[in-house]
């Protein structure tokens, strides 16, 4: 669909500014991908050629028990090579999964003027925020996705606040999924020589985000992303994926059985599984030890899905750099010291772009 410079504009004010999103666009009826939505040819997906990660889920109910030391192994393996890995018996209800997912397909099921009351500028708090794609204003082909942001500062708040259509659920998953994040928190600073006390970890993950991401049907998959290429910026992301899958990840290493580099392998729904990756957060702070991986999210043409991610992140104030015994053991700082409000805000005014934000705070 090609389109004149003052149709790409009303396409914009519509999608973006008005709030009616990706979803707006695709109920007033699409046989073909518009097209400030195309991705350049090097940034599609070609599913063909991706393969399926075949490792199995980590059960997290062996941790302090007679497998300890074999789980132990696993996460902090999955953690320093492709930095995403699934774990089970992860102690979030199943059901509670399940009414995630509904509640994400009401939310944005409902009309557009009923979720655009939290977009930017017009939003009643700002630590909500309904929008699509990333950073519409910069990026040169838009992300085939609409989200709904929830920060979390404490339970009143979000209960008062968050969409009510979503927010109890969401809420409960946040204060569930942390249990996890802990625990895997624990076993990846210990694993790096770092006391896992309760002061670290909180400083670490004291900010914590829920995203309900919504890819609507798209007439042509090929041609688009649900979302570009990018790491994530806080420590640990913990995301349940619905059964439609789409999710793929970069190899940045060899790794036997999975990939070789540069390859992208797609991490497969599980039932009941919640999908772990690695931040730059923690690439920093273990000097590279650990990997956050760089991944993006593909569309389809046959069902609208969604995503929910929690991520955990460092508080503002925070001051981020390699451990310095791991600076020691490897003869140099591969990452400057950053305030973490500072990664933040060059994180979220830029388009994604694979691993670029990690450069903010990369030596040479």
Not at 63 to 92: C, K, M, P, Y
Not at 160 to 188: D, F, G, H
Not at 276 to 296: P, W
Not at 345 to 359: E, P, Q, V
Request: aromatic fraction near 8%; hydrophobic fraction near 40%; charge should be neutral.
């Amino acid at each position: 669909m090609a389109l004149t410079s003052d149709e790409k504009s009303s396409l914009f004010n519509f999608v973006v500014q008005e709030g009616n999103g990706v979803k707006g666009m695709v109920d007033l009826g699409l046989s073909t991908v518009p097209a400030p939505y195309i991705q350049p040819e090097k940034e599609r997906i070609d599913k063909q050629t991706a393969r399926v990660c075949t490792l199995p889920p980590i059960d997290l109910s062996k941790l302090g028990g007679s497998e300890h030391d074999r789980v132990v192994e696993e996460i902090t393996r999955a953690a320093e090579t492709l930095g995403f890995f699934q774990v089970v018996n992860h102690e979030v209800p199943i059901e509670l999964l399940k009414k995630l997912k509904d509640t994400a397909h009401s939310f944005f099921g409902q009309a557009p003027e009923k979720k655009a009351v939290y977009r930017k500028g017009a939003s009643p708090s700002p630590l909500v925020k309904y929008g699509t794609s990333f950073v519409p204003e910069k990026e040169k082909a838009l992300e085939w996705k609409d989200y709904i942001s929830m920060t979390y500062t404490n339970d009143a708040e979000a209960l008062q606040n968050w969409p009510k259509e979503c927010k109890e659920v969401a809420l409960e998953y946040l204060k569930t999924s942390v249990k996890i994040v802990r625990k895997l928190m624990e076993v990846l600073l210990e694993n790096i020589g770092a006391k896992p006390d309760n002061a670290k970890i909180d400083a670490l993950i004291g900010l914590k985000m829920v995203n309900m991401n919504f890819y609507p049907t798209c007439p042509d998959p090929e041609l688009t992303v649900g979302v570009g290429r990018h790491s994530d910026l806080g420590a640990l992301t913990v995301l349940l994926q619905d059964g439609i899958g789409g999710l793929y990840v970069k190899v940045e290493e060899d790794i036997a059985n999975v990939a070789k580099k540069g390859e992208w392998v797609e991490i497969p729904p599980i039932d009941g599984a919640l999908v772990i990756n690695v931040g730059d957060t923690l690439q920093m702070i273990s000097n590279g030890k650990y990997k956050s991986a760089e991944h993006r999210a593909g569309t389809t043409s046959t069902k609208s899905r969604v995503s929910i991610p929690l991520f955990t992140m460092p508080v503002p104030t925070v001051r981020i750099e390699p451990l310095p015994q791991l600076v020691e053991r490897d003869g140099r700082a591969r990452f400057r010291e950053v305030v973490f409000k500072d990664y933040m805000n060059n994180f979220f005014s830029n388009a994604h772009d694979g691993k670029k934000s990690l450069h903010f705070a990369q030596l040479n």
